[in-house]
């Protein structure tokens, strides 16, 4: 009788010919990354079955708010020292690791600042409870945006297993407390503070684990740290204009307004979650590959991915009037909204390949380019669209900047010259 584990094995050896990939290495990491995202859509999913049917809408709202609101803020810090751990890390260069959370606990104080001031903002207009908000979350993004750099570790040391059980646990304990916290009380600052306090406590503890399980080497490459600094400039303006919608939305349309707009986007994010994962698996073996292989690679995994990601938008777009009608029953205004927000999922897989070609390759004259672009023309149109045509412009102007993004890199990725051929 055949054996079960020598045939799965051997199936996925004869698919690399069609894929092109070594399956072997997809499956391993895949299963763990898959995994933890079943178990980040079952979270969400009850967590906005929660929001959907117990939670006011502007309660709701607000709380998003600031989650949107805060995002920008944390953006401040070196966010771009994920990406450098995870590419030195890849290397053998796990001393960056620890230089890592050092510079971000140290650059974070820029945004503990922005967070006093934006917190005395709100104060000085007699809103305690975002005032409060802001303070909360700033003290804690500046432990969380240091000390979840174990994942970045994880993901360069490949150790899938590790990184999708602490960021599972992490998710259950975060998802719970706010939950419990709204049914007690239905307060957004006991919400908000639920969400950022156990947000921080769960990271610093698995960090802590994550170190004292893995043995760090101690070599260094001080070129990567300063490298970060370019992404950690170019994730601001991305945060800020990915984050601009929501805000606009609050101040000019009403928390309920908000609340339709995230559920409308809630679904199709987890479509644009599960690629992420995809890629998490991609980078770190891109990282290690010859630039000669590399530019086949991306085109080909472009192609099917992008292919793969119109099946499942087609699949949503028929089937969101039934998901809405049985699950979400108070906000079926979502469904036109949310249907047209799902074709911006076929650009996903085109933008974060080429953009990784870039990361890779560590040119950041290129990556400031298409950070101009992308971002620039996504504020542009996000405050056009929306202050014309409210939600319906907010979701267009999503799939606009998205294609924009889309052509952009695909046209600096084709024109690139590889240093190869330059020789």
């Not at 690791?97 to 820029?110: M, S």
């Not at 922005?114 to 975002?130: C, E, K, P, Q, V």
């Not at 080429?354 to 996000?382: E, W």
Request: aromatic fraction near 16%; proline fraction near 2%; charge should be positive.
């Amino acid at each position: 009788m055949p054996n079960p584990r020598n045939w799965a094995y051997n199936l996925l050896r004869k698919s690399e010919r069609l894929f092109k990939t070594d399956m072997i290495y997809v499956a391993r990491s895949g299963f763990w990354l898959t995994l933890g995202q079943v178990v980040s859509v079952g979270l969400a999913f009850i967590s906005s079955l929660f929001f959907a049917n117990v939670v006011p809408k502007e309660v709701y709202g607000n709380y998003k708010f600031i989650i949107a609101t805060t995002s920008i803020l944390g953006a401040l810090s070196l966010t771009g020292m994920g990406t450098v751990v995870v590419q030195a890390v890849a290397r053998g260069a796990e001393g960056v690791f620890g230089d890592a959370v050092r510079t971000t606990l140290k650059w974070g104080v820029i945004m503990l600042g922005a967070a006093i001031l934006s917190g005395g903002y709100y104060f000085a207009h007699d809103n305690s409870t975002l005032g409060f908000s802001f303070l909360i979350a700033g003290a804690s993004m500046l432990l969380i945006n240091s000390y979840s750099l174990y994942g970045n570790y994880l993901v360069g040391k490949k150790n899938f297993k590790d990184g999708t059980v602490y960021n599972t646990i992490s998710q259950i304990v975060i998802t719970t407390s706010v939950i419990l916290m709204a049914v007690l009380t239905k307060n957004i600052l006991a919400i908000v503070s639920a969400y950022f306090i156990m947000g921080a406590a769960t990271t610093i503890f698995f960090y802590r684990r994550a170190v004292s399980k893995n043995h760090l080497n101690s070599v260094r490459d001080d070129s990567l740290i300063a490298y970060s600094k370019h992404i950690s400039v170019m994730n601001f303006f991305g945060t800020f204009a990915n984050q601009l919608d929501k805000v606009l939305i609050f101040h000019y349309l009403g928390a309920a307004n908000l609340a339709i707009y995230v559920f409308a986007q809630a679904i199709p994010d987890q479509f644009k979650g599960a690629f992420k994962n995809l890629f998490g698996i991609a980078f770190p073996k891109y990282a290690t590959i010859p630039e000669s292989d590399l530019r086949s690679s991306i085109i080909k995994k472009v192609l099917q991915l992008t292919a793969i990601s119109v099946i499942l938008a087609l699949i949503y777009i028929f089937s969101a009037p039934f998901i809405f009608n049985l699950l979400f029953p108070k906000y079926i205004d979502a469904i036109f909204f949310s249907q047209i927000y799902i074709l911006g999922l076929i650009t996903i897989p085109g933008i974060t390949l080429f953009g990784i070609y870039f990361q890779v390759k560590k040119d950041v004259l290129m990556m400031y380019r298409l950070t101009a672009i992308s971002h620039i023309s996504t504020i542009i149109v996000t405050v056009f669209f929306v202050y014309k045509y409210g939600l319906l412009g907010a979701v267009i102007a999503n799939g606009l900047s998205w294609l924009i993004m889309l052509l952009a890199y695909g046209y600096y990725f084709l024109e690139d010259k590889p240093s190869f051929l330059s020789k």
